[in-house]
């Protein structure tokens, strides 16, 4: 009579396994399965419920077992048997349920964590750029703190020597534009104390000083580091001149009297009533003079308006230009140089459309 022997206890997971006889006196093979079978690292490739449905129907299929015959009055139980045969299925039957039981808890705890770390990425978002620490961050912001603070002190610092000491001073000024005015008058007017550090000269306040001199159009100031100040003028430019008691004035284009002297050679004489930038029949032949043509203003030794309607010029060989009203100023400018190359003595251009010659 053979003897069967029992494994002591279930191997435990990859360790090989004896094989076990079975019921008809074959071997079972209980090695483990190919773990690539079921890639147990890729959980998605997995299918967790076909799987328990295999181990369980399997289960299920070697549970049951096969029709047993019973013996006659006559024969006499065979040793392989009765309690043996339940003896030799109990071990297969546990190795496989405890085999399931590990598959299935290895899914589940598989399931878990990767349930887990979809909920972590769906939390910090997969495109947020991974914090630093917050330590790096702190040591971060007080470098710049402390940069802004540097630059801050260094500004105010520069700031203070450039204002308070003749690093850079005005030692030197320049005056540009000069003619009739001198550079010495506009350095006077100017008021600039040498030595005068470059960031307390008021140059606003030196422009407008300078420009009150009433030959002066318009003054411009400007610092040139790191020691000099540059003064530009415009002196203003006579269009007319008028007599006074006092003497000859002279007016530019403005109408402002800005000298009482000498006309140059060739100035026409105003003949206003009152002259001066807000009388309109001044300015009216203010506008007429600046109008001509060079060649026309050097025939024209005077000009009388005794309203902005009727101004008449005459020329310096004694022919007489009509002019009218200030409209249309330079269209009547351009006919009267055309005509001019005619003979006459009285030329009429109140009606530019129709210019006359007598």
């Known amino acids: 009579m053979s003897e069967v022997e029992e494994p002591d206890s279930p191997a435990g997971p990859g360790e090989a396994r004896e094989p076990a006889p079975n019921g008809d006196g074959g071997e079972v093979d209980l090695e483990e399965p190919d773990p690539e079978e079921f890639d147990l690292d890729e959980p998605g490739e997995f299918d967790l419920e076909q799987s328990d449905h295999r181990g369980a129907e399997s289960a299920e299929t ?31 039957r546990r190795a496989r349920r405890e085999r399931a039981e590990r598959r299935a808890a290895q899914q589940r705890a598989m399931g878990i964590e990767q349930a887990r770390r979809e909920a972590v990425r769906r939390a910090r978002g997969h495109d947020a750029p991974p914090a630093g620490r917050p330590g790096d961050r702190a040591v971060r912001g007080l470098r710049t703190l402390l940069w802004a603070v540097v630059l801050a002190v260094a500004s105010v610092a520069l700031g203070l020597i450039l204002y308070f000491t003749p690093v850079m001073s005005a030692r030197s000024i320049v005056v540009v534009g000069t003619g009739v005015v001198t550079r010495e008058e506009v350095v006077d007017v100017a008021a600039i104390r040498p030595g005068t550090p470059l960031l307390q000269v008021d140059t606003d306040s030196v422009a407008e000083r300078v420009a009150g001199i009433r030959r002066v159009a318009s003054a411009r100031v400007q610092r040139e580091y ?96 009509v002019w009218g009203t200030d409209e249309r100023t330079a269209e009547k400018a351009e006919k009267l140089a055309a005509l001019l190359t005619q003979p006459g003595r009285v030329y009429d251009v109140s009606s530019p459309d129709l210019p006359t010659v007598k």
């Not at 070697?62 to 299925?89: H, L, N, R, V």
Request: no cysteine.
């Open 226 to 321: 790191p020691s000099s100040v540059r003064i530009t003028i415009v002196e203003r430019i006579p269009v007319v001149v008028k007599d006074f008691p006092d003497g000859p004035h002279l007016f530019d284009r403005d109408g402002v009297d800005f000298a009482t002297a000498p006309p140059p050679p060739g100035l026409a004489y105003i003949e206003v009533d009152n002259p001066g930038p807000a009388d309109p029949p001044t300015v009216a032949a203010l506008d007429v003079m600046t109008a001509l043509r060079p060649e026309v203003v050097a025939q024209v030794s005077r000009i009388a308006a005794p309203s902005a309607s009727s101004i008449t010029l005459t020329l310096t060989d004694g022919r007489t230009v």
């Open 62 to 92: 070697e549970a049951e077992p096969g029709p047993q015959e019973e013996p006659g009055p006559d024969e006499e139980p065979g040793p392989a048997a009765g309690p043996q045969a339940e003896d030799d299925e109990g071990p297969r």
